[in-house]
Every structure is written in C-alpha cells, then in structure tokens.
C-alpha cells in the first residue's frame, strides 16, 4: 500500500526497510512506487531536485516582438494615439496575418510587458491615482469664479461664490457683485444657512 509521506520520509522508509531484508519488489509492492524510485532512494538520500519547468510555448511567441515594438513606440506617443489592446490584436491580423492567436492571449500579454517595457526604457511606473478618501460633512471646497449675467439689460460682469461638500458633491452657489471678503463671508454664511451646519461639526451636518 502507498504511505502518505513526502519523499524525503518515503526514501528514508525504503532504505529502512531495505536495511532491515525487504527486497526490491517487495518494496514496490509496500509503496507502489517503480523500481527506478526505489533505486533512487537507496543510492541517495536526497531525493532528486525537482526540474523547473521552462515557459511553454505559445502561438503569440512569434509576435511578441511585435508586440513589444508597438508598446515602445507607445511610449512617446501622444495619449490618443497610443496601442489599445484591441488595436495590436488587429495590427497582427491585418499586417502579419497572425492567424492561430486570440484577443485574450494578446491582452494577458500586453497586462504584463506594458509595464516591462516602460521599466526597461527607464520611465518607471505608469501615472497613478490615489483615491480620496472624506468622511460625511467633514469637509467643503470654496472657489469664486467669473459669472456674465444681464443685469438690468446691461451684460455685467459678476463672481460667483462655490461651497461644495467633498463627499457627496452638494454645492451651494450664490452671485456676489464682487469677490472682495465682504462677499466671502456672506458667501459661507448663506451656505451654512442652506446646508443647515458647518463642515467638520459632524453633529450639526446631515448632507
């Protein structure tokens, strides 16, 4: 019968028993191993390490060349102009006749050799960005901006006033005639007003 065990307690078990008159073929019998294993682990007592597999090979290895072209000239390329996935995976069609490889095949391998490539050409990872994280009412965005309205048929130049809440995007706008602090202030009170509470005096905002 096999015994559970891994191989360096099973070639441990063979040369035991081995030692102790059991012959060849009554230990192919105990383990269920072949003779080539029992051979292997009475000549050593290490089992052999265990041989790492290279890459297999893949339809796309032809054009992976292709491949890593396009997305180096990607690299200075303006934004609108740079390699989808989709537009590689059309080029190998239509200009190499790639017949045999896939959509998924081609974007596996872009999702890993972008990255590669801009390493290797030394421009490091790609532009990130982090999300903002805001609790409920506990923080607003001010600005003034320029506002043309008509005002008493007369097109007049006004400033307009933004408090807007950085976790669900409220805002409250009110048109002053000037951006001056006079305006700032009255421009905050009227928001609170509206909001029914001030940012970061969690108690008093429900938005």
Same mark, same amino acid.
């Given at each position: 019968?096999?015994? @559970?065990? @891994?191989?360096?307690?099973? %070639?441990?078990?063979?040369? &035991?028993?081995? &030692?102790? =008159? ?6 192919? /019998?105990? %383990? ?6 029992? /051979?292997? !682990?009475? $000549? ?5 390490? /265990?041989?790492?597999?290279?890459? /297999? ?16 000239? $990607? ?11 989709? &537009? ?5 069609? $239509?200009?190499?006749?790639?017949? #045999?490889?896939? %959509?998924?095949?081609?974007?596996? %391998?872009? !999702? ?24 409920? =009412? $506990? ?5 003034? =901006? ?5 005002? !008493? ?8 006033? @933004?408090?807007?809440?950085?976790? @669900? #995007?409220?805002?409250?706008? &009110? ?7 006079? !305006?700032?202030?009255? #421009? ?20």
């Amino acid at each position: 019968m096999r015994i @559970s065990a @891994s191989k360096v307690e099973l %070639y441990a078990a063979m040369r &035991r028993d081995h &030692r102790a =008159g059991l012959s060849m073929r009554a230990l192919e /019998r105990k %383990y269920g191993v072949t003779w080539r294993t029992i /051979r292997r !682990a009475l $000549d050593s007592n290490w089992p052999e390490p /265990r041989k790492e597999q290279g890459p /297999r090979p893949s339809r796309l290895d032809p054009y992976k060349p292709l491949i890593d072209t396009m997305l180096r000239a $990607d690299l200075d390329a303006p934004p609108k102009q740079k390699h989808t996935v989709k &537009r590689i995976f059309d080029r190998l069609l $239509d200009e190499h006749a790639a017949d #045999g490889i896939s %959509y998924q095949m081609v974007r596996a %391998y872009v !999702a890993v050799r972008r990255k590669d490539v801009r390493w290797e050409a030394g421009r490091g990872p790609e532009e990130m960005f982090i999300p903002q994280t805001h609790m409920p =009412g $506990d923080e607003a965005e001010v600005d003034f =901006g320029d506002v043309h309205v008509v005002l !008493a048929g007369v097109p007049t130049r006004c400033y307009l006033f @933004s408090l807007r809440l950085s976790y @669900s #995007g409220k805002a409250v706008h &009110r048109v002053s005639a000037s951006c001056g602090q006079e !305006a700032f202030f009255e #421009g905050h009170v009227h928001a609170f007003s509206v909001l029914g509470g001030v940012p970061g005096a969690r108690s008093a905002m429900t938005t």
